[in-house]
């Protein structure tokens, strides 16, 4: 079965008991148990309920995984996955990353006595050389978030095979359709379901997959007694938008190409990160194990002024915090996704001043093109 079929048939899609064509929002606490002498599949909601089981099992399909787990936000994911390590275990992550996973790891891991080392991701020796006695997993997020930025996943695997780790990945950015990191043999994948999962920006939820049974049972562990399930509305919206994720997707994607590549020659964009370009560093290796450059994309300009200029003379996409939806959404890592980083670790990550990043929408790619394009002109009178 391929993807398109799958994400509208290659799960529980249908109310067994009644027929109807989604799954119903089972709004309750509690359920009403047969006897009180016997268990039963579902006893209050925190533990489990229908329509949250209905999600789970519709991405654990899509990403060829057998469990997987839903959670309030993207954060409550990536927080129950880190989370679930002990003091005195050491991590090695990669330094492109996004700006909450690092808050988590400096103001609350530390804490706990959980270390982490950053690398650079794109280079397989510094995996490597992080290694300490007591590491025990690699965190990696490609493309990155903000810079787009390139991991070799099976490179990354190989290593953490070698050494016994497990490797867990955030995939929000290519989502199922662009790129599958378990058939690709990373152990845990974590996505924040707010994004293109969803679609519409009108959710926050956060998903873990894996298919390995220990794992799933600690990430269920931390779902349960943590307590960051996700509402039964939420599931029932999160699953309505994943049936129109590969449309919403090809669209998307079809558009970043386009204005990557106009982006790219205009003489008031100082650089361009999006894998889909050839120009893009990691782009060999994003091709062997993605089928898209996907929907987001980032560019510098010279300066915050010429950033302000830009931003304020754009039409068409809306300047906010996410990315992901149907409306393409600009954003300014530094007073955004990267505000809780500390300006010298920014830099140091090449978060910059003149750093905006794009997620496209399914808007019509001339209309968004034009639309960059008078922006840019405005850029270039300011710049001059």
Same mark, same amino acid.
């Given at each position: 079965?391929?993807?398109?079929?799958?994400?509208?048939?290659?799960? @529980?899609?249908?109310?067994?008991?009644?027929?109807?064509?989604?799954?119903?929002?089972?709004? #309750?606490?509690?359920?009403?148990?047969?006897?009180?002498?016997?268990?039963?599949?579902?006893?209050?909601?925190?533990?489990?309920?229908?329509?949250?089981?209905?999600? /789970?099992?519709?991405?654990?399909?899509? /990403?060829?995984?057998?469990?997987? $787990?839903?959670?309030?936000?993207?954060?409550?994911?990536?927080?129950?996955?880190?989370?679930?390590?002990?003091?005195?275990?050491?991590?090695?992550?990669?330094?492109?990353?996004?700006?909450?996973?690092?808050?988590?790891?400096?103001?609350?891991?530390?804490?706990?006595?959980?270390?982490?080392?950053?690398?650079?991701?794109? %280079?397989?020796?510094? *995996?490597?050389?992080?290694?300490? @006695?007591? $590491?025990?997993?690699?965190?990696?997020? &490609?493309?990155?978030?903000?810079?787009?930025?390139? $991991?070799?996943?099976?490179?990354?695997?190989?290593?953490?095979?070698?050494? !016994?780790?497990?490797?867990?990945?955030?995939?929000?950015?290519?989502? =199922?359709?662009?790129? %599958?990191?378990?058939?690709?043999?990373?152990?845990?994948?974590?996505?924040?379901?707010?994004?293109?999962?969803?679609?519409?920006?009108?959710?926050?939820?956060?998903?873990?997959?894996?298919?390995?049974?220990? *794992?799933?049972?600690?990430? %269920?562990?931390?779902?349960?007694?943590?307590?960051?399930?996700?509402?039964?509305?939420?599931? *029932?919206?999160?699953?309505?938008?994943?049936?129109?994720?590969?449309?919403?997707?090809?669209?998307?994607?079809?558009?970043?190409?386009?204005?990557? !590549?106009?982006?790219? /020659?205009?003489?008031?964009?100082?650089?361009?990160?999006? =894998?889909?370009? @050839?120009?893009? =560093?990691?782009? !060999?290796?994003?091709?062997?194990?993605?089928?898209?450059?996907?929907?987001?994309?980032?560019?510098?300009?010279?300066?915050?002024?010429?950033?302000?200029?830009?931003?304020?003379?754009?039409?068409? @996409?809306?300047?906010?915090?996410?990315?992901?939806?149907?409306?393409?959404?600009?954003?300014?890592?530094? &007073?955004?996704?990267?505000? #809780?980083?500390? %300006?010298?670790?920014?830099?140091?990550?090449?978060? &910059?001043?003149?750093?905006?990043?794009?997620?496209?929408?399914?808007?019509?790619?001339?209309?968004?093109?034009?639309?960059?394009? !008078?922006?840019?002109?405005?850029?270039?009178? &300011?710049?001059?």
């Amino acid at each position: 079965m391929k993807d398109k079929t799958k994400l509208i048939h290659g799960y @529980p899609a249908f109310d067994e008991a009644t027929g109807a064509s989604s799954i119903p929002i089972y709004q #309750c606490s509690t359920f009403k148990q047969a006897s009180i002498k016997d268990g039963q599949p579902y006893t209050y909601s925190r533990f489990g309920n229908p329509t949250r089981t209905a999600l /789970e099992e519709a991405v654990a399909a899509l /990403e060829n995984g057998n469990y997987a $787990t839903a959670f309030a936000s993207g954060m409550g994911a990536i927080s129950a996955v880190l989370l679930s390590f002990n003091q005195g275990d050491h991590l090695v992550m990669c330094k492109s990353i996004y700006g909450g996973t690092f808050q988590l790891v400096n103001e609350v891991m530390e804490r706990f006595g959980i270390e982490v080392t950053f690398v650079d991701e794109t %280079k397989l020796e510094e *995996w490597e050389q992080a290694i300490r @006695p007591n $590491t025990r997993g690699l965190y990696l997020e &490609t493309p990155s978030n903000p810079l787009l930025s390139v $991991t070799d996943i099976a490179g990354v695997v190989a290593i953490a095979k070698d050494h !016994q780790l497990v490797t867990m990945m955030d995939n929000t950015f290519m989502t =199922p359709q662009f790129q %599958k990191p378990l058939s690709l043999g990373i152990d845990v994948v974590i996505h924040s379901a707010t994004k293109f999962i969803n679609g519409h920006s009108d959710v926050v939820a956060g998903l873990v997959v894996t298919n390995n049974e220990k *794992w799933h049972q600690q990430i %269920k562990l931390q779902q349960k007694v943590l307590g960051g399930i996700l509402g039964v509305e939420d599931c *029932w919206l999160t699953m309505r938008g994943l049936k129109t994720m590969a449309l919403r997707m090809e669209q998307s994607a079809r558009s970043a190409e386009k204005i990557s !590549q106009m982006l790219e /020659e205009h003489p008031a964009v100082q650089r361009v990160h999006y =894998p889909g370009l @050839p120009s893009h =560093p990691g782009y !060999q290796v994003h091709q062997r194990q993605a089928s898209s450059g996907g929907a987001v994309l980032s560019f510098e300009l010279v300066d915050q002024e010429a950033v302000y200029t830009f931003a304020e003379a754009l039409k068409i @996409p809306i300047a906010a915090v996410s990315l992901g939806g149907v409306e393409s959404i600009l954003s300014y890592p530094v &007073t955004m996704s990267h505000a #809780c980083v500390p %300006k010298e670790e920014r830099e140091k990550q090449g978060v &910059t001043d003149g750093l905006l990043r794009l997620s496209v929408g399914i808007e019509d790619t001339e209309d968004l093109i034009a639309d960059l394009l !008078q922006a840019l002109a405005k850029v270039q009178l &300011t710049v001059k």
